[in-house]
Nanobody, 128 residues
């Protein structure tokens, strides 16, 4: 049974950092693309970052470039999202999602519709 479990969310002040984890089970992470998405109240779900299991490519939405870093540890079947210099607008529920990696084009990497499996999410709140 495919399962994704996120953790690492919490309350942090602006400028602070968090590291989110996404632990996968039921499949081998090496052959899957992983995306991180967030959903803020009153806003549409937004693709944040992507990691290819096949060629190591990463993609970031413009608002997080230079602040967020996606990495994966295939031995632990885990993907991480390191979030630095957090801003109020980074607040939301963060989800990881997976899809078998046949080489997603960069233009599709942050589109939620292409992903097959989703976690339950972890809340990130940036507040002073």
């Amino acid at each position: 049974q495919v399962q994704l479990v996120e953790s690492g969310g919490g309350l942090v002040q602006p400028g602070g950092s968090l590291r989110l984890s996404c632990v996968a089970s039921g499949f081998t992470l090496d052959y899957y693309a992983i995306g991180w998405f967030r959903h803020a109240p009153g806003k549409e779900r937004e693709g944040v970052s992507y990691s290819s299991g096949v060629d190591g490519r990463t993609v970031y939405t413009d608002s997080v470039k230079g602040r967020f870093t996606i990495t994966r540890d295939n031995a632990k079947n885990t993907v991480y999202l390191q979030m630095n210099s957090l801003k109020f607008e980074d607040t939301g529920v963060y989800y990881c999602a997976a899809v078998e990696d046949f080489g997603l084009a960069d233009g599709l990497a942050l589109e939620g519709a292409v992903y097959d499996y989703w976690g339950e999410g972890t809340q990130v709140t940036v507040s002073s």
